[in-house]
């Protein structure tokens, strides 16, 4: 079984700076892809960022030029740098882990973001 803990959340400014951090209990090598998903009180999950294991990043258009995605192999560890961050940006942010034999998603348990004043 995989465990994915995320860390790093919390209560910032409007304009502030969060790291989130997902730790594996695995290699993140065994990994076809990680990613960051976000779920704001009412609305659907919806992907933030994603890094595959070739190292080929994306993100959603509200994010660009401000968020960061990053893998560091040797701490089986993913993180997202968030810059410039917004209210709208307030949600429950998951880490996330694809393997594509069997394929299989795991989940994190979640770490609320708030940007509020």
């Known amino acids: 079984q995989v465990q994915l803990v995320e860390s790093g959340g919390g209560l910032v400014q409007p304009g502030g700076s969060l790291r989130l951090s997902c730790a594996a209990s695995r290699s993140i090598r065994s990994f076809s892809a990680m990613g960051w998903y976000r779920q704001a009180p009412g609305k659907q999950r919806e992907l933030v960022a994603g890094?595959?294991?070739?190292?080929?990043?994306n993100y959603a258009d509200p994010v660009k030029g401000r968020f960061t995605i990053s893998a560091d192999n040797a701490k089986n560890t993913v993180h997202l740098q968030m810059n410039s961050l917004k209210p709208e940006d307030t949600a429950v942010y998951y880490c996330?882990?694809?393997?594509?034999?069997?394929?299989?998603?795991?989940w994190g348990q979640g770490t609320q973001v708030t940007v509020s004043s």
């Open positions: 890094i595959t294991s070739g190292a080929t990043t």
């Open positions: 996330n882990a694809d393997r594509n034999f069997p394929p299989v998603r795991y």
